[in-house]
Every structure is written in C-alpha cells, then in structure tokens.
C-alpha cells in the first residue's frame, strides 16, 4: 500500500483575485446586462463564490492563473478536496454552451481539469499516478453553491463509502465527470445529459 502524502492545507487568508485580463463577464449567459468595470468585476455574482474572489471571504488557495481559481473545500471529503472555479461567472454546468463557435466553454472545461490534474500532482501525486482521484460537477439541484465548480478529490480510496460510491459517483443523475462534460460539448451537446 501506498503511502498518502498529507501535506498542511493552504492558510486561510481573505485576498482580492484579479479578474481575468480584458474579459467581459456575461454573468452565466442568463441574461443581458455585462460588467465591463475591472474594480466592479465581480458584482454580479451573487454566490458565496464572488464573495470569495472579491476578497469578502476568506479561502485556502491552492493555484490560481488568470482565468481559474483552486481552493481547499471548507468541508473536506478526502485528504485533498479542492473546487476549481472559473473568476468568470458562470451558473451551474447547465450554462455551459455547446453552441459556441469560439469553443471557449470547452477550453474552460479543459483548463479547469488541467488545473485539477495539476494540483494532484503537487498535493496528491501517489493518487495521481494510480488514477485514485475523483474530477466531477454536481448537476443541478444537486449542486450545493450556483458557481460553476470543479471538485478535485483525493485520494479516493480513502474516501468515506458514501462520498466516493454515492455523493461523488459520476456517472450517477446528480454527478457528471469533466471529461463526460468535454466530450458532449464537443459532440455539440449540452454539457449533461439531465436538465
């Protein structure tokens, strides 16, 4: 048996993430208004999550780059369970599109699991090199905060029963893995097959 790298989480610290670099926010594609103000960027986003981003609440950061943040789950399910969260805000997977001529939700989708795999091998690189991770969504209304977000797990062996075989199984109507959600979008497809 392998042994389990535990390494401390990140320090809770309450920090101002840069939005990303000249990008306008459609707030989930769910209706007209857009935040073209870079000190107001993340007005729009009512969830726990914005308030995150903007600062207002405190987080464990693991990685961040200029599109995508990493932070420690505050109830952790396995010895590393991160969220990675596009700073652009985006509802649930139901507001991913698969009409986008410019592939940018695919892309998001991508650099959110690069992200996750990426962390892995930092926190996580036995359960890396043995696949014993979980990368999955929460479909809605399963989901537990209306912010897009990537859970990152691992190991799942060491997971309770319930969480890896039930809460986090995807596949399951209330949990879809990010390359179930790549591979439709890039069929054409909306991002899950439940609506």
């Given at each position: 048996m392998t042994t389990t790298l535990r390494q401390p989480p990140p320090p809770?610290?309450?920090?101002?993430?840069?939005?990303?670099?000249?990008?306008?926010?459609?707030?989930?594609?769910?209706?007209?208004?857009?935040t073209n103000n870079y000190y107001n960027y993340y007005a729009n986003n009512p969830s726990v999550f914005?308030?995150?981003?903007?600062?207002?609440?405190?987080?464990?950061?693991?990685?961040?780059?200029?599109?995508?943040?990493?932070?420690?789950d505050r109830s952790p399910k396995a010895p590393l369970h991160a969220l990675v969260i596009p700073k652009r805000f985006i509802k649930t997977v139901y507001?991913?599109?698969d009409d986008n001529d410019d592939d940018d939700d695919i892309q998001l989708v991508q650099n959110m699991r690069q992200m996750g795999l990426?962390?892995?091998?930092?926190?996580?690189?036995?359960?890396?090199?043995?696949?014993d991770y979980i990368l999955c969504f929460h479909i809605p209304p399963f989901n537990s905060?209306?912010?897009?977000?990537?859970?990152?797990l691992a190991p799942a062996s060491e997971m309770n029963w319930?969480?890896?075989?039930?809460?986090?199984?995807?596949?399951?109507?209330?949990?879809?893995?990010?390359?179930?959600?790549?591979e439709r979008l890039k069929k054409g497809l909306p991002a899950v097959a439940y609506k």
């Open positions: 809770l610290i309450a920090a101002y993430h840069e939005p990303p670099p000249h990008h306008i926010s459609h707030n989930n594609y769910d209706d007209d208004t857009t914005g308030r995150i981003l903007n600062g207002e609440i405190p987080s464990r950061t693991y990685l961040e780059s200029t599109e995508l943040l990493a932070f420690r507001s991913l599109r990426d962390l892995l091998k930092q926190q996580q690189p036995d359960a890396l090199a043995t696949n905060v209306d912010h897009l977000h990537l859970h990152v319930i969480c890896r075989e039930i809460k986090y199984k995807c596949g399951a109507r209330w949990c879809t893995s990010d390359l179930d959600v790549i």
